[in-house]
């Protein structure tokens, strides 16, 4: 089973930059489906990114509030998953869990779809 730890939270001003980190051990991602989800104080947890890959290529998706300010990837290896996030603003402010499953899914969106998760990472924008 894929063991998942994140990476690279932390505190920045507005309109800052943040790259999280997402390991695996166990597995690699190279035919699995990634997402990143995030949950605010007193707020559910809600989809930010996902992208699924297979041997010829991937697909990359976004929640429309980060549409254009955060950009999910891997690296070559397939051990490690990113989340680019750029022009940071406060209600980002989260913690920032990433999740994968093995088979592709329609329902990228829904945390109930991923069977694999990491323990949390505290981003936090300042204003």
């Known amino acids: 089973q894929v063991q998942l730890v994140e990476s690279g939270g932390g505190l920045v001003q507005t309109g800052g930059s943040l790259r999280l980190s997402c390991a695996a051990s166990g597995g690699t991602f190279r035919t699995s489906t990634m997402g990143w989800f995030r949950q605010a104080p007193g707020k559910e947890r809600e989809f930010v990114a996902a992208a699924q890959w297979n041997w010829s290529g991937g697909l990359t998706y976004y929640a429309d509030s980060v549409k254009g300010r955060f950009t999910i990837s891997r690296d070559d290896a397939g051990n490690t998953v990113y989340l680019q996030m750029n022009n940071l603003k406060p209600e980002d402010t989260a913690v920032y869990y990433c999740?994968?499953?093995?088979?592709?899914?329609?329902?990228?969106?829904?945390?109930?779809?991923?069977?694999?998760w990491g323990q949390g990472t505290q981003v936090t924008v300042s204003s």
């Open positions: 999740a994968a499953r093995i088979l592709p899914t329609s329902y990228y969106s829904d945390a109930n779809e991923f069977h694999n």
